[in-house]
């Protein structure tokens, strides 16, 4: 079952099924907004404490536009995640 094709499609074939059992959502919002999106998040204030310093007077603003635009991204990334994971998964399976 693991001898085939690429690495992502080995890792489709064999993680993908318990992933996709818990759902889509659950996916989503962990791996994508909690994760991904808490990665970009933390990456981005990092840089703007680096850039700006905490003192800066917008240096609370710069967090609070960054916060939900991080978690907006990760929406998409783990949206996007899923359905070519789901795509991998299918075609996959259509030819066993």
Excluded at 10 to 35: D, H, S
Excluded at 86 to 95: D, K
Aim: net charge positive; hydrophobic share 60%; with cysteine.
């Amino acid at each position: 079952m693991t001898d085939y094709g690429s690495r992502a499609e080995r890792w489709v074939a064999t993680r993908w099924p318990t992933i996709r059992a818990r759902g889509m959502w659950r996916f989503v919002l962990l791996k994508g907004v909690a994760f991904w999106g808490g990665l970009m998040f933390a990456f981005l204030a990092i840089m703007m404490l680096v850039q700006f310093g905490v003192a800066h007077p917008k240096f609370p603003l710069l967090l609070a536009v960054a916060l939900p635009l991080c978690a907006i991204g990760g929406l998409g990334w783990g949206l996007l995640t899923w359905f070519f994971n789901e795509r991998i998964f299918r075609a996959l399976h259509n030819f066993r």
